[in-house]
C-alpha cells in the first residue's frame, strides 16, 4: 500500500511538472508572438478580452439596477412616511374641531324663554355732528366769541346798553364802529376793563371822533398804543401773509369799504384763522357775520382805498407775543 501512494503522487507531480512547462512555453510563445506577430496575438487574445469586458459590463449592469432598486425603495418609504403624517394631522385636526364643536355648545349660555323686545328709539345712539369752529357764548357777564388763538370778548355797536350813549356829538349806534372795534381788541387782549361807551368817550377826548363819519383813522394807532397793545400797519395785503398773521396769534383791524359788511365805510376785527384757510372776524355791527367763515381774499378785495395813519389795515399783537 505505501509503495502504490508513492507511486500514485510521483505521478502527479510529473503531470504538475508537465503542465507548468506546457504554461510556461505557451506563456513565452504568446510573449513572442505579441512581439514577433503582433495582428497573430490579437487574434488569439480578442475573446479573452471579449469575454472579460462581457462580465465587467454585466457587473456593472448588476450594480446600477441593485443602486436603482434601492433608491426606489427609499423614495417609497419616504413617501409612505409623509402620507402617514399628513394622515395623521387631519384627524387631529378634525378631532380639534370637534372638541372645540362640542365645548362651545357645551358652554354657550341657554336662550330666555321670553319673546325679545325691538330696542327702543332712545336706545340708538344720536348722529355724531362737528362741533362749531365758532360760537357766541355768555361768561362773567360777558359775550364771547370762540374759535380764535384768543376767545374774544364781543361788543355790538346797536347794543342798547349803549346804541343811544353819546360819541361826540353823535351816538355809539349808527356813527360807533371805531370805538367799538378797540374796545373788542383791548377788552380781548388787556386785563382793561372797558366798553364802547368808555372808548367812544376816550376818542372823542383825544380828536378821534370825526363828526357825523365816525372816526378818524388815526383811532386804531393810537387807542391801541394808549391801552397797553403792540401795532403797526399791515401792508402785505396778501391772502397767505394775512392767514399767517392771524395764525400766530396777531389780530388785525381792517377798514372796509362797501361789499359784505357795509354800504360805506367800516372798521372789522380779524380775530383768528381756520386749518382750511378761512378767517374768522368780530364785526361789531353783525353778530351773524362774526359767526360766519370769511375767505380772506373777499376781504383783501373790499379793503378801503384809503391811505391815511396806516389805512386800511392794521396788526395788534400783546408785547408777550
Known sequence: MKKNGKSNHIKRNIVLGILLAVVCIGAAELAACRYFEPELYERIVAPARYAAAVTVDAGRTALNALADAGQAALNAAGQFCRDTASAISRMAARAGEQAAAFWAELTAPKPSLSKARPPSASS???PATPPPITELLEA??????TGGIVDVTYFRQSSPEWADQPYGTDTIGPY??????MAIAVASLTDTKTNPAVMAQWAAANGHWASRAGSYHSIILAAARSFGIMAEPFTEWDADRVLRALRSGKMLVALVGPGHFTTGGHFLLLRGATADGKVLVADPNSVENSLTLWDPQLIIDELSPSRDYGAPLWALWTPEL
Open 124 to 126: 340708538e345712539p344720536a
Open 140 to 145: 362773567d357777564g360777558r359775550q364771547i366769541l
Open 176 to 181: 360807533g364802529c371805531g370805538p367799538t372795534v
